[in-house]
């Protein structure tokens, strides 16, 4: 396994990075920088990373402030005038849209990044000021942390972190989608049934037994299918979740960012659904759990490299320290450390212990991919549980405003990843509006059929977290009602759009690949199970281009070919694609289109 599992990683860096990976360097340095700077108890606090060492005899600094993004540096803020005060709450204003709801202010800090910090009464001046800001705006704030602050004074001085939250005047909350990875009985859905419900485990079980969705779950405790957990924060960073009998739609009500949880299959058995729920609901980042007990085992590995195939953020989560001695718990931190600084992976690991560990994570991971956080707690006896509630609390979104606003500007386009049939109401499809905004009453077109054509269909009611929702927005996950619509045209894959649109529909598609591992040869003929997006299906090897054949770790040029029926494909949609033991990944670069499909009403 081992050898299989160092080639899935050797090919992380097959592809291009993110956007997000550009001035990762910078931000490892200003991790480096800020681990040193913030001070606790008048010591330094110690650095992870000695590849940064501080410069000598220079204050500390923070990166310069940008323009675009949510975070602001302020030197102080003492009784502004009635126009600077105007001015600085359009700022705020600004600051919390290019955060789609939420913005971080570093009070003490010049623009350039030096931390000058402020005397006490000026800190108090400046935080009363910043709290009459957020209330011109509609908005809450938290002091995340004070530090103090080594500069030329005799005087202490101190640097402040605020967070700024509000809901927007859309009163669409902040969502982000966290996948669940990790290998069976590492404690994934018992940690959820402990985050969402508010009540500790005992030991057996208890917390999951409200995530399974079948009875032979229950029986085996063992999840197989995708469920969906939510947990809420409000404006002052406190948790909403079940504990005080609340449904989801007051949980929405009250909350002002939504953390939602997609629970996945840790069994190998069910890889499949696993890949699906990685490759379908988009999710923000990956939260990989191993237990400590037991460490790296299973399908440990081949989890992490799937995240990092499909480059989504991930972060660990060491559980059921209560169940071994501190050194076993220390003995698997060691082990994943090892793991993540492997050439493949290339991950700055971040070992979070106290509150200001897990605010400065949150920051970090957001702006550099290969930051990754690992988190040790309990989820019977509680131990740094409330680290990892401050860290989804603080954990921005990784799109910003201005992103968000070029997807809605595009024509509708929702992936049908769920289908149900409701009594009293009729059909109903969920998944994720991937462009554009949706509506109750909308007419659109979903397909492809098995002969590639569309059919006509209108939206009747939409739900979001389990409460009803007029308006569907870009990169939002919910349940659409379809009415009487034969459920029988409908299958996962299938994609909704707007009959404006002109869907590229294909047998035949080119991608760019690398083989991760293979037994033997991969050559013409081969049958492999493709995932791009919430497409999944058989798919036949028609040719590689200038090679016979291909090895473990090659790269080619291969002509796909669907064995069921047409499927609606982008070019430069990340693909995956796997038959038994055989595992590969790759990028959309041509599409050979249906030459005709009409509209089918």
Not at 179 to 207: F, I, P
Not at 468 to 489: E, I, K, P, W, Y
Request: charged share 25%; aromatic share 6%; net charge neutral.
């Amino acid at each position: 396994m081992d050898s299989r599992v160092s080639e899935l990683f050797g090919a992380g860096s097959a592809f291009k990075t993110t956007p997000q990976g550009a001035g990762s360097a910078s931000n490892n340095a200003a991790v480096a920088v800020t681990r040193k700077t913030f001070t606790k108890n008048g010591k330094k606090a110690k650095n992870r990373s000695a590849r940064h060492p501080k410069p000598s005899n220079n204050p500390p600094y923070l990166p310069p402030e940008v323009e675009e993004g949510n975070i602001e540096y302020k030197l102080k803020l003492v009784n502004p005038t009635q126009y600077r005060f105007e001015h600085l709450a359009t700022q705020m204003k600004w600051r919390l849209q290019e955060g789609r709801g939420e913005a971080v202010y570093q009070i003490g800090v010049e623009d350039n990044g030096l931390l000058v910090g402020l005397s006490e009464a000026d800190m108090r001046a400046s935080l009363r000021t910043l709290r009459r800001m957020a209330e011109k705006v509609g908005a809450d704030i938290t002091v995340l942390r004070e530090r103090e602050v080594d500069y030329e004074s005799e005087e202490p001085r101190k640097i402040a972190e605020v967070l700024v939250r509000k809901v927007p005047d859309d009163q669409q909350f902040l969502d982000l989608r966290v996948a669940v990875l990790g290998n069976v009985d590492s404690g994934k859905s018992t940690l959820l049934g402990v985050l969402t419900q508010g009540e500790l485990d005992n030991g057996r079980g208890r917390a999951r037994l409200n995530l399974f969705r079948h009875l032979h779950e229950i029986q085996t405790g063992r999840t197989s299918s995708i469920s969906f957990e939510i947990l809420g924060f409000d404006n002052k960073g406190e948790v909403v979740n079940y504990s005080d009998s609340r449904t989801a739609e007051e949980i929405c009500e009250s909350a002002s960012k939504m953390i939602t949880f997609i629970d996945l299959a840790g069994h190998h058995k069910y890889l499949k659904t696993t890949i699906f729920g990685l490759t379908s609901y988009c999710p923000d980042f990956a939260m990989l759990v191993v237990s400590a007990n037991t460490g790296i085992v299973g399908t440990t590995r081949e989890h992490l490299g799937l995240a990092m195939a499909l480059k989504v953020p991930i972060f660990i989560v060491v559980s059921k320290v209560d169940l071994c001695t501190k050194a076993t718990v220390e003995r698997t931190v060691r082990q994943l450390e090892r793991i993540l600084k492997q050439p493949g992976c290339n991950k700055v690991p971040l070992v979070v212990s106290n509150t200001d560990d897990a605010v400065t994570a949150a920051q970090q991971f957001a702006q550099s991919p290969s930051i990754t956080p690992i988190f040790t707690l309990s989820s019977v006896s509680g131990e740094n549980l409330d680290l990892l509630k401050v860290f989804f609390n603080i954990l921005p979104p990784l799109s910003n405003s201005k992103e968000q606003e070029e997807l809605m500007q595009q024509l509708a386009e929702f992936q049908v990843d769920e289908i149900y049939t409701v009594p009293d109401v009729g059909t109903v499809v969920g998944g994720t509006l991937y462009s554009g905004i949706c509506r109750e009453g909308e007419q659109l077109v979903v397909g492809p059929t098995d002969d590639g054509q569309f059919r006509e269909l209108t939206v009747c009611s939409i739900q979001r977290n389990r409460s009803a929702c007029r308006v569907l927005r870009a990169g939002q996950a919910a349940t659409l009602a379809l009415g009487d619509f034969d459920r029988s045209l409908l299958r996962k894959g299938m994609v909704m759009v707007s009959p404006e649109m002109n869907p590229t529909i294909c047998w035949l598609f080119e991608a760019e690949i690398v083989l991760l591992f293979h037994a033997k040869t991969f050559h013409k003929g081969f049958q492999v199970t493709v995932h791009v997006g919430n497409v999944r299906q058989t798919a036949t090897v028609e040719a590689l281009h200038e090679k016979d054949e291909l090895r473990t770790g090659e790269k080619a040029v291969v002509r796909f070919k669907f064995i069921k029926h047409p499927e609606y494909l982008k070019v430069g949609a990340k693909l995956l694609f796997r038959h038994g033991v055989t595992k590969g990944i790759g990028q959309v670069t041509k599409l050979q289109p249906l030459s005709q499909y009409q509209h089918h009403s």
